[in-house]
């Protein structure tokens, strides 16, 4: 890791005029350059050798039809995909060697609207992604209050997102990737679905953001708000770049020329009609207009003439021209000329031809481009800005930055789930359940079968379930839920909004089952201690440290299968019933609800290396026979071991099946 990036990792969130200036100094051109980038999905190509710069403190639009290739495009600036070919720089670094550290100079509002926790309100959504920005609790919830007030959400800020509209999330969205007020900002259909209102309101809201000096890019099919609001365009056709310019450029690629004149009304309109057509001659033609009286008619202007001269023969011809207007806007004549056929490279570094430039249309062309902000000399990156390395305290820190973030998902979750009235309710009535079930079984188990329970307890057989009971259930829902955190990312749409923070993806994953790894222990020693009370289960007050140990060390162990499972199931798209039949298989092996004395010989002995069964032994011995650290030990060294190896295989997995998800850009995808 760079110095640049515990910059970016262990900084401030804040993104001040001191950090500005920094950037300032080690960015040198754009803050977005896009060279030759080309993106194919099996044998679809997605992007074609496409070539963009986004300026600091303007506005570029990306512009193309349905499938062109803007999303992917942005998928790509964000890391969420991988370029196929071609390089790819945000703040003058390379996005593939930086990409986790730029991710804090990005913000970005993605095109869909599965991009929120719906059981979450507005304000805690921010507030948990401001966390994963590095942002303090209070610090995320006060700029969360003042983003989501911006973009007109405040009578909803402490709703349910899952009663927000499409365009409520969509602001919402905006609102989020104005948190930390990002020197890049990335918008994917920011106005889609919005009303007028909504849509004047976020575009004043990027408008401001590059006033201030960020780099926006902003992708749009609305071609008529780009105009007085995109300082520079491209636009996009089947994956290739057509034109590269300013709008008024972009207009002057208009081929066809359509103008409705209104006409004052005069006599034997149809003679008068052929006259002034004779004198257009091939500059332009004259023809009725559909859905118009005969008082309007529709001007059609050849490619080489000027438009001032052909009004002018008009006029020498007795046409009382009142007015003339555009049929449809010259960008959307430009849109639909351009991406119907290849612009040459000559073409478009021509720009416009002197026909079209000298048009009166175009003489108010400034009206078309925003006010450029004051230039300023770009400075150049300073050589070594990304090359030292990190020294052992600065990994700390970032690090440190990393565990930082975990109260953050804990508490998402905790919110989740207390947003679910009966859920741990049902949990408890579900263990009470199953104990009263081992409690009557126990009545008609012979005492002398169940192994390293003394004599003199009440219910040896349920004193020997009850540890299986709470150590099963431990292994099931931990094993189960570490699987199904990046699945259930994915199933609701989140995963992607997590993955374009700063926040690395061993992060995520930890966090996303962080809470369970939390609770479920805390379940197994509440249900231990109800057993103990209501069926006098006296467990061995000296035993509860070494069996505490013992358990902690089992978690590790969960959660290094559970890596090692949510890989299998991240790449194949499948296996979860196979998980669920794995835990069930480990916990039936592993004497949790019976004697493994039962076993035969060789199954036996196999059975007896499961960890979950060396859980189970030196817990029993420890809270029901009495036995010391001394006793344990042995089993305390394997468990140990068997932690650090299945972390290492788990880490090693999930990097792997992660780093190819990314190569494919269906990281995202359930």
Request: aromatic share 8%; glycine share 10%.
């Given at each position: 890791m760079s110095a640049f990036e515990l910059r970016a990792a262990g900084g401030s969130p804040e993104i001040d005029a001191?950090?500005?200036?920094?950037?300032?100094?080690?960015?040198?051109?754009?803050?977005?350059?896009?060279?030759?980038?080309?993106?194919?999905?099996?044998?679809?190509?997605?992007?074609?050798?496409?070539?963009?710069?986004?300026?600091?403190?303007?506005?570029?639009?990306?512009?193309?039809?349905?499938?062109?290739?803007?999303?992917?495009?942005?998928?790509?600036?964000?890391?969420?995909?991988?370029?196929?070919?071609?390089?790819?720089?945000?703040?003058?670094?390379?996005?593939?060697?930086?990409?986790?550290?730029?991710?804090?100079?990005?913000?970005?509002?993605?095109?869909?609207?599965?991009?929120?926790?719906?059981?979450?309100?507005?304000?805690?959504?921010?507030?948990?992604?401001?966390?994963?920005?590095?942002?303090?609790?209070?610090?995320?919830?006060?700029?969360?209050?003042?983003?989501?007030?911006?973009?007109?959400?405040?009578?909803?800020?402490?709703?349910?997102?899952?009663?927000?509209?499409?365009?409520?999330?969509?602001?919402?969205?905006?609102?989020?990737?104005?948190?930390?007020?990002?020197?890049?900002?990335?918008?994917?259909?920011?106005?889609?679905?919005?009303?007028?209102?909504?849509?004047?309101?976020?575009?004043?809201?990027?408008?401001?953001?590059?006033?201030?000096?960020?780099?926006?890019?902003?992708?749009?099919?609305?071609?008529?708000?780009?105009?007085?609001?995109?300082?520079?365009?491209?636009?996009?056709?089947?994956?290739?770049?057509?034109?590269?310019?300013?709008?008024?450029?972009?207009m002057a690629h208009a081929r066809t020329r359509r103008y409705l004149l209104h006409i004052r009304p005069q006599r034997g309109s149809t003679a008068d009609l052929d006259k002034w057509r004779r004198a257009l001659g091939d500059e332009a033609d004259l023809v009725p207009s559909d859905g118009f009286d005969d008082n309007h008619l529709l001007l059609v202007v050849a490619d080489d003439a000027v438009l001032g001269g052909v009004i002018a023969r008009l006029d020498a011809a007795g046409a009382d021209v009142l007015s003339c207007t555009e049929e449809r806007s010259r960008v959307e004549a430009a849109f639909l000329d351009l991406t119907a056929r290849e612009v040459t490279a000559e073409e478009n570094e021509a720009g416009p031809t002197e026909a079209h430039a000298s048009a009166p249309s175009d003489a108010d062309s400034e009206e078309h481009l925003p006010p450029a902000p004051p230039a300023a000399a770009a400075p150049r990156r300073a050589p070594d800005a990304g090359s030292r390395r990190l020294s052992m305290a600065e990994r700390a820190a970032v690090v440190g930055a990393e565990l930082r973030k975990l109260p953050a998902f804990g508490r998402r979750d905790l919110m989740i789930q207390l947003s679910y009235r009966t859920a741990y309710l049902s949990d408890l009535l579900s263990l009470a359940l199953q104990t009263v079930v081992f409690a009557f079984v126990g009545r008609l188990v012979d005492p002398r079968t169940i192994p390293g329970v003394p004599p003199g307890v009440g219910n040896p057989y349920l004193a020997f379930v009850a540890i299986g009971i709470a150590v099963a259930a431990f292994m099931q829902l931990g094993l189960g839920r570490v699987v199904a955190a990046v699945q259930n990312e994915q199933a609701i749409g989140t995963l992607d909004s997590l993955l374009v923070t700063p926040?690395?993806?061993?992060?995520?994953?930890?966090?996303?089952?962080?809470?369970?790894?939390?609770?479920?222990?805390?379940?197994?020693?509440?249900?231990?201690?109800?057993?103990?009370?209501?069926?006098?289960?006296?467990?061995?007050?000296?035993?509860?440290?070494?069996?505490?140990?013992?358990?902690?060390?089992?978690?590790?162990?969960?959660?290094?299968?559970?890596?090692?499972?949510?890989?299998?199931?991240?790449?194949?798209?499948?296996?979860?019933?196979?998980?669920?039949?794995?835990?069930?298989?480990?916990?039936?092996?592993?004497?949790?609800?019976?004697?493994?004395?039962?076993?035969?010989?060789?199954?036996?002995?196999?059975?007896?290396?499961?960890?979950?069964?060396?859980?189970?032994?030196?817990?029993?011995?420890?809270?029901?026979?009495?036995?010391?650290w001394s006793a344990i030990s042995g089993g305390i060294a394997a468990l140990a071991i068997i932690a650090v190896v299945s972390l290492t295989l788990g880490t090693l997995a999930f990097r792997a099946a992660v780093a190819r998800e990314r190569r494919l850009g269906t990281i995202g995808l359930y």
């Open positions: 001191r950090e500005r200036e920094f950037l300032a100094r080690s960015t040198a051109g754009p803050v977005v350059h896009v060279d030759g980038v080309g993106r194919t999905f099996g044998e679809v190509t997605a992007l074609t050798a496409v070539d963009l710069d986004v300026e600091a403190g303007r506005v570029h639009a990306l512009l193309g039809p349905n499938g062109a290739g803007k999303t992917t495009l942005l998928r790509i600036l964000t890391g969420l995909v991988e370029p196929s070919s071609g390089n790819v720089t945000v703040m003058d670094r390379d996005a593939r060697e930086h990409g986790l550290a730029l991710r804090r100079f990005i913000g970005f509002v993605p095109s869909g609207d599965r991009a929120f926790y719906l059981r979450l309100s507005g304000v805690e959504n921010l507030a948990f992604f401001g966390r994963l920005q590095g942002l303090s609790r209070a610090e995320a919830l006060r700029r969360g209050r003042a983003r989501i007030a911006d973009v007109g959400l405040a009578d909803a800020a402490n709703r349910r997102v899952g009663a927000y509209s499409h365009g409520m999330q969509k602001r919402l969205a905006v609102a989020r990737a104005l948190l930390v007020d990002p020197p890049v900002l990335l918008v994917d259909e920011a106005t889609h679905d919005l009303d007028p209102e909504g849509a004047r309101r976020i575009q004043e809201l990027v408008t401001d953001a590059a006033n201030r000096g960020t780099g926006v890019l902003w992708t749009t099919q609305r071609l008529d708000e780009i105009r007085g609001f995109a300082h520079s365009v491209t636009l996009l056709a089947e994956g290739r770049t057509r034109f590269t310019g300013t709008v008024p450029e972009l926040t690395s993806f061993p992060t995520i994953q930890l966090g996303s089952a962080v809470y369970d790894l939390l609770y479920v222990p805390l379940r197994t020693v509440v249900f231990l201690g109800t057993v103990s009370l209501v069926f006098g289960m006296h467990f061995r007050v000296g035993g509860l440290l070494p069996a505490a140990t013992v358990l902690l060390l089992f978690v590790p162990v969960v959660w290094g299968v559970g890596v090692i499972c949510a890989a299998a199931v991240l790449t194949f798209r499948r296996g979860g019933n196979l998980v669920a039949f794995a835990a069930a298989a480990s916990s039936l092996a592993s004497g949790a609800f019976f004697p493994l004395t039962l076993f035969p010989g060789w199954l036996r002995h196999l059975a007896e290396l499961n960890p979950m069964a060396l859980t189970l032994k030196d817990m029993r011995a420890t809270l029901v026979n009495g036995s010391g």
